[in-house]
């Protein structure tokens, strides 16, 4: 009767373990789609601010427009390239989270 309950036992914790597995894999293989997406939009956004800070440059440079023009659009470009980067970087994290818990190099 003890070995019986031993083995119901150890064999919950066996399907309890997998559930786990299962779960930690389906997180991040939704983090990982979620990451992708982020890389898309950030790289589209990234493009606009180059796009808006080359204008605000030429505008400076006609004598049209002004040195606060210029610093803002330098600081929008900054934070895409910051937003950007970040996205691959938690794009990659995904990406080996999901490895490890398939357990695959």
Excluded at 26 to 44: C, D, M, V
Excluded at 72 to 89: F, G, M, P, S, W
Aim: net charge positive.
């Amino acid at each position: 009767k003890k070995a019986k309950y031993e083995i119901a036992r150890l064999k919950k914790h066996i399907q309890d373990i997998k559930n786990e597995v299962i779960t930690q894999v389906r997180n991040y293989y939704l983090s990982l789609k979620e990451a992708k997406q982020r890389i898309a939009f950030t790289k589209k956004a990234l493009y606009a601010a180059k796009e808006n800070y080359k204008q605000a440059s030429k505008r400076f440079k006609l004598l049209i427009g002004n040195i606060s023009e210029v610093l803002n659009a330098q600081a929008r470009l900054t934070r895409a390239e910051a937003d950007y980067n970040q996205a691959i970087l938690d794009y990659n994290i995904s990406l080996a989270r999901l490895y490890y818990s398939m357990g695959t190099l």
